[in-house]
């Protein structure tokens, strides 16, 4: 039986991936894959990883010593796997290229809703029975720009939903397609006449602090920013200066640069070390979330049962180890 060993598996993942198992041995660390636990893959023929672990050049050199033959992401994004590296020492990487792209989209107006209507705020005042109303004024979303950074499968839904709520939408992408009835423009003419921005791009070497100084400066006054792709896609210092200045009326963050190590963990004792993030955190107008974006049953179940056709279609070909 072909053995893989799931790293940074979550309490709500394990009993999915056990129930569908069949002929395979899974073991579970909830450690992420760095280049000091890569060594527990040792006698894995794979190994399967999420989000926050890291598989660069020297993990794996370190997993190919221990006799791994795949590495499968439990994501569609893989931007923490050197795969130039992977080919190189005969390691196969494969991912979850497209699931529930709504669990997503929803989750990013579900944020621009809770900022801009002061939802969080409301939330935790008439719990504590104060029913003012002072400081919770939004404004309505039915007329305003919304600019689509990506315009893929997660961009494209999101738009959907912007449309539904009378929003007039913009987009930008490297790589447009002309067949999608989409307005198009460059980065800066979005950036210049969007009242919401939403990240829907990959991070690349190419995107990484798309979103930087400059794109601030030239951003319409008071937009609101959604990220809910990769925190990379953002220079964090120049974010909380542009919501400093008023530059930016709000952010909301499903991801976060330093995210690893912070996301996913319980630090409600001990706090937080990263004290930018504190800032943001701190902000009035802004809301994080920890990188739950795609967190819906339906998701879940698309991961799954698209990671296993993985191991079935890759290990299928390949003979058990003696
Ligand atoms: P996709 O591959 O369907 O679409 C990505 C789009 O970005 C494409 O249209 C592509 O042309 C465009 N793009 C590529 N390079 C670009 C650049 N330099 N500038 C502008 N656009 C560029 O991907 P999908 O499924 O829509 O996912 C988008 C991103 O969402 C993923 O890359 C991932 O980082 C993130 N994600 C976040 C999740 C979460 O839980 N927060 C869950 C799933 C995905």
Do not use: W
């Not at 010593?65 to 050197?82: E, K, T």
């Not at 319980?266 to 974006?293: C, M, W, Y």
């Amino acid at each position: 039986m072909h053995g893989i060993l799931f790293y940074d598996m979550k309490e709500y993942e394990r009993p999915l991936f056990e129930a569908a198992k069949g002929e395979f041995v899974f073991d579970y660390a909830e450690s992420r894959l760095d280049e000091r636990t890569a060594a527990l893959a040792n006698g894995y023929d794979g190994v399967c990883i999420f989000v926050n672990d890291t598989a660069n050049a020297k993990v794996i050199r370190k997993l190919a010593a221990c006799g791994v033959r795949l590495i499968a992401l439990r994501c569609s994004g893989y931007n923490n796997v050197d795969t130039a590296e992977a080919e190189k020492c005969g390691i196969a990487v494969l991912r979850v290229p497209a699931y529930s792209p709504y669990s997503v989209a929803e989750h990013a107006m579900a944020m621009l809703l809770t900022l801009n209507r002061k939802i969080h705020k409301a939330y935790i005042r008439t719990r504590d029975f104060n029913f003012s109303l002072n400081h919770l004024i939004g404004f309505d979303l039915h007329g305003k720009t919304a600019g689509v950074i990506g315009t893929g499968r997660i961009g494209r839904t999101f738009i959907g939903i912007c449309r539904g709520f009378g929003m007039r939408v913009l987009c930008y992408d490297a790589f447009p397609d002309p067949a999608a009835g989409l307005a198009y423009l460059s980065l800066e003419e979005l950036l210049a006449v969007s009242d919401v921005i939403s990240l829907h791009c990959p991070l690349t070497k190419d995107t990484r602090h798309l979103l930087g100084k400059d794109a601030f400066a030239r951003m319409k006054r008071g937009c609101i920013l959604i990220n809910t792709s990769r925190g990379g896609l953002i220079d964090s210092e120049a974010l909380l200066d542009a919501l400093r200045t008023g530059r930016l009326g709000g952010a909301c963050l499903d991801v976060y640069e330093e995210e690893a190590g912070l996301f996913y963990e319980d630090k409600s004792a001990t706090g937080v070390q990263d004290e930018l993030f504190s800032l943001l955190v701190s902000r009035p107008n802004v809301i994080v979330t920890s990188h739950q974006a795609y967190l819906t049953r339906e998701a879940l179940d698309d991961i799954t049962r698209v990671t296993m056709e993985n191991f079935r279609n890759f290990f299928g070909k390949i003979p058990e180890k003696a």
